[in-house]
């Protein structure tokens, strides 16, 4: 059962907008939150990350979001640029391990 | 600084062979795991490791062994390959307690027919 669900598998964005991925997790003992770029044929590389006990974390252009009353977690790209381009994947912890969303294709076009 | 290597990069099996996926870190991490990716799937893990010599089953390790001989290596090994064993195999490494911390290989894209 997947316990950690982005629940859209693409979104398209114009350079300069701002992109917001989405993530929800089902497990409350979820402690630590992560999100991971992949390209193709490349192994994913981490982007930024958050604890349950903060509510928002900055770096850059990325910025995530978490709402645990709503077990809700967003990414924020801004501004978008085409090098961002990739799939996105939202992770999450309570362990030794990582469970990982279906993961969003996100496209940003010229 | 290589970081996580995977070793084959591609593999072509028929169904019934086995095979080993050998991972590679050099950069002195504890944990090590095995994901394994497929179309619309997203990553899961298969199984994982705390240590040299211990290993844990994840969440789909049916048909998968694996070994942790030496702190830098973890094998995945695939006794008799089954069609449903296609996929992209992932390797990651952390250090105790770095849980941002995951280096991943860039996998093993194996097909068995």
């Known amino acids: 059962d997947q316990q950690v669900k982005q629940n859209s598998p693409s979104l398209s964005v114009q350079e300069g907008r701002i992109s917001i991925l989405n993530c929800d997790y089902t497990n409350s003992m979820f402690d630590y939150f992560l999100w991971y770029k992949k390209y193709p044929a490349e192994g994913p590389t981490f982007l930024i990350s958050?604890?349950?006990?903060?509510d928002k974390n900055e770096d850059g252009r990325f910025t995530v979001f978490l709402n645990k009353s709503a077990k809700h977690l967003s990414l924020h790209i801004v501004p978008s640029q085409p090098g961002d381009s990739a799939v996105y994947f939202c992770?999450?912890?309570?362990?030794?391990?990582?469970?990982f969303g279906k993961g969003t294709s996100l496209l940003v076009t010229p | 600084n290589a970081g996580v290597t995977q070793t084959p990069k591609f593999r072509v099996l028929k169904t019934g062979q086995s095979m080993t996926l050998l991972c590679a870190q050099d950069?002195?991490?504890?944990?090590m795991y095995w994901y394994r990716q497929d179309p619309g799937m997203g990553l899961r893990l298969i199984h994982y490791?705390?240590?040299?010599?211990?290993?844990a089953k994840g969440e789909v390790p049916d048909g998968y062994n694996v070994s942790r001989l030496k702190k830098q290596n973890f094998l995945l090994g695939l006794e008799s390959a089954a069609p449903s064993q296609t996929s992209v195999y992932f390797c990651?490494?952390?250090?105790?307690?770095?849980?941002?911390?995951?280096?991943f290989g860039s996998g093993t894209r194996l097909t068995v027919v």
């Open positions: 490791s705390v240590g040299e010599g211990t290993t």
């Open positions: 992770a999450a912890s309570a362990g030794y391990a990582l469970n």
């Open positions: 990651a490494s952390r250090a105790r307690g770095r849980v941002s911390g995951y280096t």
């Open positions: 950069m002195n991490h504890e944990y």
């Open positions: 958050i604890s349950s006990i903060k």
